[in-house]
């Protein structure tokens, strides 16, 4: 059983930075995708970032190209997402997630991940 702990995220102000962290825990599965989502109220988990096992692959969604870099430290079992530029559009509850079937993940879908964070509020003040 895989955990994922969240950390990071807070309030900030359009224009400011955050950067998310997702520390995996327990199993025994050592190769696998890890993506980001993001859930605004009102709204449907949305894709954000992925990356493969290596972090030599990264995708993101238009809405945060350029501005979020998704990375990993396998030493530490660790994914972050760093956001900059943040926009008042960014506003929302961010997931990690791990697909642990598979080292590279190259679509937005939300199947097929097996664990997800608890989530953590992300929110940009205009």
């Known amino acids: 059983q895989v955990q994922l702990i969240q950390s990071g995220g807070g309030l900030v102000q359009a224009g400011g930075s955050l950067r998310l962290s997702c520390a995996a825990s327990?199993?025994?599965?050592?190769?696998?995708?890890m993506g980001w989502f993001r859930q605004a109220p009102g709204k449907e988990r949305e894709f954000v970032a992925a990356?493969?096992?290596?972090?030599?692959?990264?995708y993101y969604a238009d809405s945060v190209k350029g501005r979020f870099t998704i990375s990993r430290d396998n030493a530490l079992n660790t994914v972050y997402l760093q956001m900059n530029s943040l926009k008042p559009e960014d506003t929302a509850v961010y997931y990690c997630a791990a697909d642990i079937d598979t080292a590279v993940r190259r679509d937005t879908s939300l199947g097929g991940y097996d664990y997800w964070g608890q989530g953590t509020q992300v929110t940009v003040s205009s």
């Open positions: 990356i493969s096992w290596s972090g030599a692959w990264t």
């Open positions: 327990g199993g025994t599965y050592s190769r696998y995708a």
